[in-house]
Nanobody, 125 residues
Framework: QVQLVESGGGLVQAGGSLRLSCAAS????????MGWFRQVPGKQREFVAR????????YYADSVKGRFTISRDDAKNTLYLQMNSLKPEDTADYYC??????????????????WGQGTQVTVSS
């Protein structure tokens, strides 16, 4: 089992940057693929980015490609999301998630087993 705790959210002006962190408990962090999702109240949780075991593969939603970077430090049991050139439409609660290495649809919330409690990101115009 993995417990996940996000941090690093906050208020930032459009064009600014934030780095989110997700600290994982347990000694099996490296065995999971990890993802970031975000959710606006009243809307479904949406995929943002995914990183495979060993950071071999990275995937991004089209809306964040070129602006966000996902990374992981298995020695520190930590997942990161570097967010640059932030836009007001990036405002949401951001969640990290852990799931199996192989999945048919890495964008689906159903394919992740463990979730953090979320961290709020607000981008002002």
């Amino acid at each position: 089992q993995v417990q996940l705790v996000e941090s690093g959210g906050g208020l930032v002006q459009a064009g600014g940057s934030l780095r989110l962190s997700c600290a994982a408990s347990g000694r099996t962090f490296s065995s999971y693929a990890m993802g970031w999702f975000r959710q606006v109240p009243g809307k479904q949780r949406e995929f943002v980015a995914r990183i495979s075991r060993g950071a071999v593969m990275k995937y991004y939603a089209d809306s964040v490609k070129g602006r966000f970077t996902i990374s992981r430090d298995d020695a520190k049991n930590t997942l990161y999301l570097q967010m640059n050139s932030l836009k007001p439409e990036d405002t949401a609660d951001y969640y990290c998630a852990a799931g199996p290495a192989a999945t048919s649809d890495y964008t689906s919330v159903l394919n992740y087993n463990y979730w953090g409690q979320g961290t709020q990101v607000t981008v002002s115009s």
